[in-house]
């Protein structure tokens, strides 16, 4: 298990949890569900921000963000 934000981009992965509890509930609004399919469409030449997909969404996060979704290849 990883963070979202150590994957590359054009990788996709399931979301497992999320860890932190002070940015779950903005990522669970935003549709980051455990058992959600997450692709890596773009990362910025800094690292941040890092463009995703979930579903229909197309969703832009911090690398902070990113760091708090645990998933699994």
Sequence with gaps: ?????KLK???TAVIVR????DLSLKLMEMGFLPG???FV???APLGDPISVK???Y???LRKEEAN???VRK
């Excluded at 298990?1 to 934000?5: P, R, V």
């Excluded at 999320?18 to 509890?21: G, P, T, V």
């Design 41 to 43: 469409d773009k990362i």
């Design 36 to 38: 959600e399919e997450v």
């Design 68 to 70: 708090a979704v645990m």
């Design 18 to 21: 999320l860890e932190s509890s």
């Design 54 to 56: 979930i579903g229909t």
């Design 9 to 11: 981009e054009g990788d």
């Design 58 to 60: 197309l969703l832009s």
């Design 1 to 5: 298990m990883l963070s979202l934000g």
